[in-house]
């Protein structure tokens, strides 16, 4: 049976409204104030999950884990730009991320990737991250601590300009940077043949100046993809869409490495 341990990442839901409240519990102690009233949160280490606690007044909350999709979007502190969940879901797939594989990517921003891949690689897999800024790197394995997942990243701090290390051997690799088609020579490199290379940019002209850059290149199977995810009301009387939708987070292209000379 899963307990409460006093350094987890708590959800306490409202089975009533569904409104859930997000606790650290290594930062937050004491007497926690609902809306419904206060909860003692030293009674809850040793709690299994899944037990209902109840405020003051008598109000019911459910113990829950933090899952790593609601730590990315309700607690990770944001520094930058994040990948999120609809899209890290799809190119974890589309790279074929295993347990025991290697991951380069580029940059960490505030870590919600890394944590992705890191949990994907499991015990037996790393994933290293090459950063420019110091600050981002602090913010992110603060982020990757606060779920475990830091043991399983190796974070460089340094400019993809200057190239990646070459004795990695990347099961995949992932650019989230700016200007993407500067470094997909560097990417080919670092790169296993048959394996996965993926891009996020957020704008169009960033897509074009990538594939004119991947076509000088030893790479296939190219595509192009944007994840549209549509949320929907779950009342079962009035069954319906959402009223908001975000339109767009950002372009994601997808190409295999084959070995130089096979294509020509
Ligand atoms: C949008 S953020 C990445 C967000 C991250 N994937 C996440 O999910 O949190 C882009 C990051 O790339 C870093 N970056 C941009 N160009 C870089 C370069 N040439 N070398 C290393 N890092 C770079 C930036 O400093 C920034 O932290």
Same mark, same amino acid.
């Given at each position: 049976m899963e307990t409460v341990k006093e350094t987890?990442?708590?959800?306490?839901?409202? %089975?009533?409204?569904?409104?859930? !409240?997000? &606790?650290? /519990?290594?930062?937050?102690?004491?007497?926690?104030?609902?809306?419904?009233g206060e909860i003692d949160l030293s009674q /809850?280490?040793?709690? %299994?999950?899944?037990s209902v606690v109840k405020t003051h007044k008598g109000h019911p909350y459910v113990l829950l884990p933090c899952s790593l999709y609601e730590y990315i979007m309700f607690k990770l502190n944001r520094l930058t730009q994040i990948v999120y969940p609809k899209d @890290?879901? !799809?190119?974890l797939l589309?790279?074929?991320?295993? %347990?025991?594989? =290697? $991951?380069?990517?580029?940059?960490?921003?505030?870590?919600? /990737?890394?944590?992705?891949?890191?949990?994907? $690689?499991g015990d037996t897999g790393k994933v290293i991250s090459y950063e420019k800024r110091e600050e981002f790197i602090k913010n992110a394995l603060s982020n990757l601590r606060r779920v475990g997942l830091d043991s399983r990243v190796e974070v460089k701090h340094r400019d993809i300009s200057e190239g990646f290390d070459e004795e990695e051997e990347a099961d995949a690799l992932f650019l989230d940077v700016r200007e993407?088609? &500067?470094? &997909?020579?560097? @990417?080919?490199?670092? /790169?296993? %043949?048959g394996r996965f290379m993926g891009i996020l940019v957020p704008?169009?002209?960033?897509?074009?100046?990538t594939l004119k850059g991947l076509e000088k290149l030893p790479f296939i199977d190219?595509?192009?993809?944007?994840? =549209?995810?549509?949320?929907?009301?779950?009342v079962p009387e009035r069954f319906r869409p959402e009223d908001r939708m975000p339109a767009h987070t950002a372009y994601l292209i997808f190409a295999r490495k084959v070995p130089e000379g096979v294509l020509s």
């Open positions: 987890d990442t708590i959800v306490l839901l409202d %089975p009533e409204k569904g409104k859930k !409240y997000f &606790l650290n /519990l290594s930062l937050t102690k004491g007497k926690f104030n609902t809306e419904k /809850l280490v040793g709690m %299994p999950y899944g @890290a879901a !799809y190119i589309r790279l074929d991320v295993k %347990p025991g594989d =290697l $991951v380069v990517e580029s940059g960490i921003g505030s870590g919600a /990737l890394t944590a992705v891949f890191a949990q994907a $690689v993407p088609w &500067l470094y &997909l020579e560097s @990417a080919y490199s670092a /790169l296993k %043949p704008t169009a002209n960033q897509v074009i100046e190219l595509e192009v993809s944007e994840i =549209l995810l549509r949320k929907y009301k779950t």
